[in-house]
């Protein structure tokens, strides 16, 4: 029996990447004034971050609803397959809560994990999926060992600017505008599925610095495993120079890192010039 396996674009994995990857996206949608875009679909990353930059106010983005999922669900085990659904944290949208409703007209036939992560947290998971299905196996093993290993996940971002998480609400305009001031570069992190602050740095170099430190105290990288970086904004140059700073983390150990581009679900909080990184803990 075939296991196909479902994401949604919270991941940041497109709709090409999803189809090379014989994985089957869904896409959020995002709103900026009276146009809406399937996210990873007719909006890229570069191209959202170019209308984020345009625009006076943040745009909206809406979750993947119950009825999306049913109807996907209902066209992939049509022919007997089984299907596994990875959505970004419970804790951050109801997506999760639209696929479990939806599997419950799919009783053995969809399971369903909430990755508790976000983005390149969500991605190095959904990695680790394919990787196992590679190998044959069961839906109902593939649930269990992405459960056993989903917590080992550990995603930090150090932000460009306080701006879009003040537009966003999540902190004020004096605490924005005196991080501007002061050069303080936030660093947060996915913890227990929530978005927590977890550091700060006056300017890039000590954020990089900082960075690595957290990275460090985790215990270090399972290079066995899924990982990957990535950045927000029009170009990749602060990433480059991240990874410049920090090739001792890489160094002896791949021949490079890979990278993508922020998309719109964290793009539109963390706004331009951020950088990140995805990897499973020792």
């Not at 080992?152 to 460009?160: H, Q, S, W």
């Not at 227990?192 to 990275?215: C, R, Y």
């Not at 290079?223 to 990433?239: H, Q, W």
Request: net charge negative.
């Amino acid at each position: 029996m075939a296991v196909k396996l479902v994401v949604d674009s919270a991941s940041d994995i497109d709709l090409r990447e999803a189809e090379a990857l014989g994985i089957h996206m869904i896409p959020m949608s995002i709103q900026f004034g009276d146009r809406t875009y399937a996210d990873g679909v007719d909006l890229s990353g570069p191209a959202f971050f170019e209308k984020l930059i345009e625009s006076d106010e943040l745009p909206t983005t809406s979750q993947i609803t119950m009825f999306q999922f049913e109807e996907c669900f209902s066209e992939l085990t049509a022919d007997g397959s089984q299907v596994v659904a990875i959505t970004l944290s419970s804790k951050l949208s109801g997506t999760y809560a639209g696929a479990v409703s939806a599997a419950r007209s799919f009783p053995d036939k969809v399971f369903v994990v909430d990755s508790l992560n976000v983005c390149i947290g969500e991605r190095i998971l959904i990695q680790y999926a394919v990787r196992l299905l590679k190998e044959g196996i069961s839906a109902e093993e593939l649930v269990k060992r992405l459960m056993e290993v989903r917590h080992r996940i550990k995603l930090m971002a150090l932000l460009g600017t306080l701006e879009y998480l003040q537009k966003g609400g999540r902190i004020s305009a004096a605490v924005a505008v005196s991080g501007a001031v002061l050069h303080i570069k936030p660093v947060i992190s996915i913890e227990d599925g929530e978005v927590k602050m977890v550091g700060k740095a006056m300017g890039s170099k000590k954020g990089n610095n900082l960075l690595m430190q957290l990275i460090d105290k985790t215990g270090g990288i399972d290079f066995e495993m899924p990982y990957t970086t990535a950045y927000s904004g029009l170009d990749d140059s602060l990433l480059q120079k991240y990874l410049k700073d920090s090739t001792a983390l890489w160094a002896n150990k791949l021949e490079e890192v890979p990278y993508y581009c922020i998309g719109s679900t964290i793009g539109t909080h963390v706004g331009p010039g951020a950088i990140a990184v995805a990897f499973f803990a020792l």
